[in-house]
């Protein structure tokens, strides 16, 4: 029922900024954990951020601290990524996925490239 679609990606400059989004259809948002995902070629996926259903609780991984953050518009049933001072090093796969018990429903994944 609850379907995911990510947004707002594309090629960026090092250092520079990209937001991602994450707009749900089907359903609404407000009772499911979102969490963002990124897989590159070559590596395992990896948990990039989470937010909790009211957005009082955010996780980040350590590789992502102090660049990366995640919010939420439950009104909107949407969930944003905002990126900066993006590396090399983040290009990847990005997924959102939503979850209750475990993460069930995932977006169809975006494609960030940081380049110059």
């Known amino acids: 029922q609850l379907q995911l679609v990510e947004s707002g990606g594309g090629l960026v400059q090092p250092g520079g900024s990209l937001r991602l989004s994450c707009t749900a259809s089907?359903?609404?948002?407000?009772?499911?954990?979102i969490g963002w995902f990124r897989q590159a070629p070559g590596k395992e996926r990896e948990g990039v951020s989470c937010?909790?259903?009211?957005?009082?609780?955010?996780n980040y991984a350590d590789s992502v601290k102090g660049r990366f953050t995640v919010s939420r518009d439950n009104a909107k049933n949407t969930v944003y990524l905002q990126m900066n001072s993006l590396k090399p090093e983040d290009t990847a796969d990005y997924y959102c996925?939503?979850?209750?018990?475990?993460?069930?429903?995932w977006g169809q994944g975006i494609q960030v490239i940081v380049s110059s």
């Open positions: 937010i909790s259903q009211s957005g009082a609780s955010t």
């Open positions: 089907g359903n609404t948002l407000d009772t499911y954990t």
């Open positions: 996925a939503a979850g209750r018990r475990g993460y069930d429903v």
